[in-house]
């Protein structure tokens, strides 16, 4: 591929010249790393088995069967429909019908109709493993930097590299460069990447009737410990049964780990200090700053700042008087929709930060078995290239779930189309919604421009050596992880529990793995 040799000198590259830049900048939204802008949940790392071994042979002839299949609806002239797993909240009721009404689209301009499948946020990990280690059929994927890697090691995306500039140019050319170059694995191309708010810059909100009516002066909020003295004084003015910051299993403390690089590896106990000169690879849980923030979320959940359910339950609450997400500065007014709430104040605490992982944190990938490959690659060029079918796919069917103004933003009718923006292609083809920003994607270019570098920007671990270790820490994690980052539980004690079992499960090994790749890759 002509692009896949850029990613060292990208890295070393953009790493000197913004230097200046990250140094300035001090601060994600999702579960438990980073997020996207239009919405503040995102897939955690899997932790399931990656031994598919054992299947192969009835996956196999399963397969088999499947391209006879296919074959013979190919001789009669039959439409294809590919099927597209993606991530997502509750379809209602008429979704597939929907998705029928934009495949009659799909079939008038590239032949193929689409099949869209969601899992749920809290499914979507072991849905995808499953998918994966059972050889089931699929044509695309959504897929992110929690999964990227042991799927692509697994085997189970095809090496579009040449085949995503013969079949599909446009959408080559589109994407930029360094997105390309974020999301090679082995020098090679297995996903496309979602050219939006590829840049990470986090935002904090706060509800403005309560900004208003306790004083508060939103040119303090920096970081998470300069809204201690807001929250608390929120909630003694509200009462007990107030809860200034909601957190669910969906959406933990979103940005923990904004300030380390997670190489692109799924494991959210490792990374290397974005500002890192060494690029020294550590355990995250063991950093002052880390503990400090997971010391504070414990407060809040203890005095009842946080609800006291945020660690079992799972679904999202409405109204709530704070957020934090991944976006860019009018991006609020699409939380303000989101949440029901009439004026969000918000104010940037982190970024614009460019890393492997910000790049790979939105994709979608061809499956190897995909009798389709050139077709699911067409697909994700009209989406990257077709504002008709990007609006359809970001809001659903017209006159049903939205209709265009005079302006020709996008008015929604229904609050449940549920199909997440920024899984599925660009943002800078897709219509702006009534009363926001005509400028937002030229803000959202703008930060891309403006980002500084991880000093990690280019690198992604290579776990192919390591996957046991990593599917063993992962889920050593997966046991913590919605208490630690819900402040449920005393990292005091918490803290080196997790840790010893995430050294017993492998992490040392994983660092030091990580490590000798970085010394290797950087030299």
Known sequence: MKKKSLSKLLALGMAAVMTAGMLAGCGNSGSDGSTTGDDASKPAADSGSTDAGADSESADASDAADNKTEDASQ???EVPTLIWWTVGGTPADDFDEAIAQISDYTEEKIGVRIDVKIAGWNDYDSKMNTIV???????????????????????????????????????????????????QI??????????????????????????????IDMGTVKDMASIDPIVRTIKEGEGKSFYPLKLNQGALWNGFFNEYDGLASGIQAIGVKIDDAERKVVCTLEQEDILANLELLHSWYSDGIINPDANVVSEDSKGNAFGNAQGWPSAVAQWQVLQGVEKYDAVKVFGPLYTTETIQGSMNAISVNSNYKEEALKVLELMNTDSKFRDMCAFGVEGNHFEYLEDGTVKRLRDD????????????????????DPNQWDEVKKQNEEAAASTCLGFALDVTNIQNEVSNVNTVWDKYKYDMLTGASDPATAVP???????????????????????????
């Open 75 to 77: 001789a009669s002239g």
């Open 133 to 183: 280690n059972a050889g089931e059929y699929f044509d695309i994927m959504f897929t992110n930097n929690t999964n990227y890697s042991k799927f692509v090691n697994l085997g189970a995306f095809e090496n579009i590299s040449d085949l995503v500039q013969s079949a599909t140019p446009e959408l080559y050319s589109f994407v930029p460069e360094k997105l390309w170059s974020g999301v």
């Open 186 to 215: 082995h020098g090679n191309v297995y996903a496309v990447p979602t050219y939006k708010d590829s840049s990470l810059t986090q935002f904090y909100y706060f509800d403005d009737q309560y900004v208003q009516k306790y004083n």
């Open 417 to 436: 189309w549920t199909w997440p923006a920024y899984t599925q292609g660009t943002f800078f083809v897709m219509s702006n919604q009534e009363g926001a």
């Open 497 to 523: 529990k997790c840790v010893e079992e995430l050294k017993a499960a492998g992490l040392d090994t994983i660092i030091a793995e990580a490590q000798k790749q970085i010394d290797e890759f950087f030299k």
